[in-house]
Structures are given as C-alpha cells and as structure tokens.
C-alpha cells in the first residue's frame, strides 16, 4: 500500500515539478485551498493576519478560507478578467504601510475557471514577497493544461484537484513550497498520516487514480498539440455565424482548451438545454455546483454587463474532441441562434 501511494505522490508532485515530500493529499481543490488559507500560513501565527484573494477566485477561495471575514480584502482584475498587477502592488503597499508588522497572505489562481484567462502569478509571487507576504495559488484549473512550475512561479503553496485532469472526483493536493516547508496550520488533527498534517486513512484508490491521471497529463503536455487551432477556429466561426456573440477573455492568454462566450439577451439556461437537445454538452458560465444558474462573480468583476454575462456558456475541448464534434457544435449554434433571431425579430 505504501509503495502505490509513493507512487502516486511522486506522480502528483512531477505535474509540478516539487519532490514527493512536497505533496499533501486532501478530499480535493477545496480542501486543499481552505487547508492554504489559514491565518498560519500568513507568517508567524498571528491572530490580526490578513489575507487577500482575487475577485475571479473559486468559492472556496473566495471567502478566505479560514480567514475572518473582516480581515478578506478582494483585489481587483481588468476587463479582460487578468489581475491586474499594478493595483495589487498600490493595494499591499497601502496594507503593509498602514499595518507593517501585519503578516498577510494573498492567494491567487493560475488559470480561471470560466474564462480560461492564465494570471501572471509569477509577477504577483514577486510583488508578494517583495512587501513580505506568502502566495497561494490555486493550480486546480491550470494544471495538466499548461505546464506549471511552483518553483518557476514562485507560490508558497499550490491546490490540485484530480478529476480536472482526468482523475476521480474527491481527492486532490495541498502542494507545500519549498518556502514553507511545513504546514502551520493542519485542517484535520488525528492519525499521522500526511506527516500529520491531514489525519485520516488515505483515500488509497482515489489517489493511486490521481497519480496515473497525473502521469499521462505531464505526457500529453510533453506533445504538441493541435487544442488552441482548434479552439481558435471554434471562436472564429461561432462569430462568423452570429456576429453579436461575445467571446470573453478573447484577447489575453487562456487555456487553449476553454472557450466562454455569450449573446446579448440570450439566456445560458436556455443555451445549455438547447445544445443539449442537439448532443452537445456545454455549461452555463456562472453554473455553480447545485446546478443552479447563478450570476457569475467572475464576470461581474470583470464588468460584464448582467444582459451579456447572463448569457455566458463555456465550451471545452480535450485531446479526444474531433473536427466531427466541432461540426456538430456549429450545426447546433446555427440553428440555436437563428432561432433566437426569428424570435427577437417577431417580438
Ligand atoms: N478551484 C478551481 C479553480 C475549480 O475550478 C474547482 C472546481 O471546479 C475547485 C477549486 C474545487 O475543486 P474540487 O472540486 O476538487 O473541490
């Protein structure tokens, strides 16, 4: 048993280039992020720790973690859904100067999760340290879609999740920097297991699935791959039918899998259901967890107009996604959105 969770651990920790003593498994992205996110991790244990996390970060992230409420400041991001640097500097250079003995954590994630926009989390880990604070970031969207390297980046800390690269659903990592050496702060007490920073008989199955998913992510990475021609040729000629759609994010750098894109006035739940009768799977942009169709956070910090982001659907492609299922995406935009004219123009 031992041997395959070694195995498993030093599969995990290649997809981002750390040793195996790095990785911590957890049930998941959540837990990972909500383990991160403790005012011990800040620094020195101090109860007055702070902690900063971005407008356009996942629910687990965005309400601080274990962070009071009052001590959560969210940074700002462009229109273009990038967090933009030059705000974040004024932002911690205004905490540090009104509370310099203040320890503070700030975290931030790789790739967005509806827009596919990458974040320059390398520049912001050097503004980070530079005014002396720690930077999580969670890699749960971006890993096995770009290469990531903690080092490289320069995080203090890194959440995974496997069933985003392929894996089973509940379990994931808590990535340490080497920085942080230990965790301050441990989310489950109990039994020694994860050198007793999560107690708990290990989730054995889930995470030797975790380890091979990982493994062929970290080969597929290594091969070229044709997903950003396709992706790019998908936004062309979704705009080439309807001249009125909206990509979001088009013009920053993205995963090459993700596409999110909207109709001024046309409903995602409308769009999800009707793709979904001609074959094709698709998610409303702002579809949380229960399945309900909420507004999206993420394009509202963006500054999308409700009309616009209401409308907001996400496509995704993988390795396996064939010209034929592009055909078959097209075959149904047309159709969905002449429909959607014929009806405006009867109203
Ligand atoms: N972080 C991001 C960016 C996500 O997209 C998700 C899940 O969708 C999570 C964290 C949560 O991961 P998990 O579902 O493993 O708890």
């Known amino acids: 048993m031992r041997a395959l969770l070694d195995r ?45 996390v971005s407008a356009i970060e996942h629910p687990s992230v965005l309400g601080g973690g274990r962070f009071p409420a009052e001590r959560v400041s969210i940074l700002s991001v462009s229109s273009d859904g990038v967090i933009d640097c030059t705000q974040l500097r004024a932002d911690l250079t205004a905490f540090v100067t009104a509370s310099p003995d203040t320890p ?20 912001i880990a050097s ?32 959440s995974l999740s496997a069933h985003k690269i392929g894996g089973p659903q509940g379990v994931g990592a808590l990535v340490l920097g080497r920085s942080l050496a230990q965790l301050n702060d441990r989310l489950i007490s109990g039994g020694g297991q994860e050198h007793r920073w999560r107690a708990g008989t290990e989730n054995v199955s889930g995470i030797i699935g975790f380890g091979i998913a990982a493994d062929a992510a970290v080969k597929a990475l290594a091969r070229t791959s044709n997903l950003q021609d396709m992706r790019d040729r998908l936004e062309t000629e979704v705009m080439a039918i309807a001249p009125d759609a909206v990509v ?29 009768l001609a ?12 399945g309900k169709v909420e507004r999206s956070h993420v394009l509202e910090a963006m500054g999308v107009e409700a009309a616009l982001a209401n409308g907001a659907v996400r496509v995704s492609l993988g390795h396996d996604t064939s010209d034929r299922d592009i055909e078959l995406f ?18």
């Open 8 to 52: 498993a651990r030093q599969q995990v920790a290649n997809l981002v280039g750390v040793d195996p003593g790095q990785v911590i498994f957890t049930s998941g992205g959540t837990e990972a992020n909500v383990t991160a996110l403790a005012p011990a991790h800040a620094g020195i244990a101090n109860d007055a720790a702070h902690c900063f």
């Open 104 to 123: 503070f954590l700030v975290a931030v994630m790789a790739a967005n999760n509806e827009t596919g926009a990458l974040q320059p989390v390398a520049e």
């Open 127 to 158: 503004i980070v340290h530079e005014l002396g604070g720690k930077l999580h970031c969670d890699g749960v969207q971006a890993a096995g879609k770009i290469p990531l390297d903690l080092d490289a980046l320069g995080a203090d800390m890194m």
């Open 248 to 276: 979001i994010a088009q013009t920053v750098e993205r995963l090459a899998n993700t596409m999110c894109f909207a109709v001024d006035g046309m409903s995602a739940e409308n769009l999800v259901i009707a793709f979904d």
């Open 279 to 290: 074959g094709v799977a698709v998610s409303a942009g702002a579809a949380c967890s229960s």
């Open 330 to 347: 097209l075959t149904a935009w047309r159709d969905i959105h002449a429909r959607f004219v014929a009806r405006r123009q009867a109203a």
